[in-house]
């Protein structure tokens, strides 16, 4: 299964934009996006939004093939940089609680379904950063292989080994912290 | 190699599809957007000083580190970004150890990577890329020493931008504090963040320029910060030539 953070009304195909504010106003969105579905909380993917377009601003890049992927990719893998610090600090549990809207509490569904997302969260940041972003870019964003190895510069095989061994050590994790009596808090 | 996933994963991943609402989408991007418009397209000067200047560099540190991204209107990277863009920056720290008031530390910056620290009313150091020296003053017996800045320093700029990856690195939860205050003319929203058993606050306006910083490490140490950023300053202030009735000495002399 996959999901696609892709829009109608975005651009797929790159006009190759030669400034940061024309990048900006044609995949802001897809950026800002790319970065709540990981982080489930829109005060973070502002930080990581702003922080993706700071640094092209700084570091110019070129020879880009696609700027969609790029964007993403770059917004996923800083967003689960965030997701590992956090996880380190502890404190996102409250974050996430915080973000979560109201109408989640009030049906077991939803509920259930904000449980199993701060589950998948928790063990995507216990993954190698480079499987975690190759799955969070497949199977979130919904990116094809061949493009996601474009974006991060590995191998079509490589990209997939990441992704096998991502998912099988998130199937582990989620049986672990299902048969884990407490609930553990990030 | 083909990746199905179990119908249990799926059932998470499927729970990680939380779209933000279209309003949350079109306030950040909005935010984004003047942002960038505000920002100068240009390479980020570097600042080949940091690493002498201790004092500052510390200064700003504890500074960025308070920093922290919460989103409450101000951006973590728009903080960043002052940080990294001011014409001058100026922080006035006053330091409070066991009940004892500290001396004074004033330290003066501006975006050339000139330094000025002084400590209380006791001693000053200047940091002057541009003159390749450092000087420092000891007012009481008023002797003041030239030391030539090492080739390194201006050799090795990437290193001195460790820092802001250091900061960039530091995460945490910030509380905000209900009640606003006015400092400098300017209403300012506060932090509170308690990190390491240091009880620190921060005060930044609406622009997410930093105002002022109190930091409380219990009995130890406690560190009231105002900040200044962007404000005239003459350039006289890091001149390394030694002032009259100041007798030179060796770096080395007893």
Redesign the interface.
Known sequence: ?S?SLFRQDEPMTEAEPT???SL??SY??LV??AA???L?N??????V???V??RL??KPVGNIASWPGYLTTLATRLSID?LR??QR?Q??I??WRASVPAAFDSTEHDA??????R???LALCRLKPKEAECFTL???HGMEIAAIAQATKLTV?HV??C??RA?RA??AR?NESENTTSPEVL | MTTELSSKLSAHVSALDVTPSDAATDAAQRKLEARLSKMRSVAIVRRPWFGWAAAAATGCIVLALVMLPTSQGIAFATVQKHLRDFTTLSLTIEQRSQGIDMPTIHVRMNHDGDVRSDMGSATTTVVNPGEHRILTLLHDSHMAMLTPLPVIASAKPADNLAWLDAIRQFQGEAIRLPNQRTIDGRPTTGWALDTNGMNITLWADSDGLPRAVEINGGTLLSQRMHVSVDDPMDVSVFSTRVPVGYHLMAPDAK
């Open positions: 299964m999901l400034d940061v504010a900006a106003g802001g969105r800002f996006r709540y579905r990981v489930g829109a005060g973070q993917a502002e930080d939004q702003q922080e377009f700071l601003l700084e965030r610090r956090h600090w404190r996102l409250h974050v259930i379904q904000a449980e199993r997302a589950q998948l969260r497949r199977h979130l095989n997939s080994v992704l096998h998912a998130l199937e989620l």
